[in-house]
């Protein structure tokens, strides 16, 4: 036990809401049979799920139920995306039935999770198309936007989310413009006229 750094595994976790994998714990030089000894009741971790623990007294905080469906998927290359974007970025006030996460096309045998829609993508989000939010890859503003209206999401909701991102400059009338240029025309359509109807 005295060789598992335990600080690493805790600023980890502290930067994943709490959460963290039996994998990163392996890491921090923690064997098995002492991870289940910390995760006994009343010990300093909690076992939430297969291969996912949580500091057991780590401050709740308004996305964790995120981290804790994305963590596990982390290595699939998911991304928080659509309508759970627009939640990130705080530019909806719905708060989704389950947590939305593209991964690549290559990653479809992922088995289904409960709480969680996973969306596949040719081209998932990379690089400008994913910003940080609270520790989690979340996809930018103008992919949220785009991928939540494209997926059937309320016209309502997706007008608010372009007003709101507009008006706190999280993107620009161009930016949403040339994002829509590669969906189809109904999605582009509808774009064009939700962007004209935003005061200048």
Do not use: C
Request: charged share 25%.
């Amino acid at each position: 036990m005295s060789d598992v750094d335990h600080d690493a595994l805790y600023v980890k976790a502290e930067s994943q809401a709490g959460y963290f994998t039996a994998g990163q714990a392996l890491e921090a030089g923690m064997d098995r049979a002492t991870l289940r000894h910390h995760a006994r009741p009343g010990g300093r971790y909690q076992r939430v799920g297969h291969g996912l623990y949580r500091l057991r007294h780590f401050p709740t905080s308004p996305h964790e139920h995120v981290m804790a469906v994305w963590l596990p998927l982390r290595g699939n290359g998911a991304v928080v995306s659509h309508e759970s974007a627009l939640e990130l970025h705080d530019l909806s006030d719905v708060i989704p039935d389950s947590v939305h996460l593209t991964v690549p096309r290559s990653e479809r045998g992922i088995r289904a999770r409960a709480g969680v829609r996973l969306h596949t993508s040719e081209k998932p989000p990379r690089g400008k198309e994913v910003r940080q939010i609270a520790g989690l890859p979340v996809t930018a503003p103008e992919r949220s936007i785009l991928d939540a209206l494209e997926s059937g999401a309320q016209p309502e909701q997706i007008e608010m989310a372009i007003h709101q991102a507009l008006g706190r400059g999280l993107t620009t009338r161009s930016r949403l413009r040339r994002s829509a240029g590669s969906r189809p025309e109904r999605v582009r359509r509808f774009i064009e006229r939700a962007v004209e109807e935003v005061p200048a």
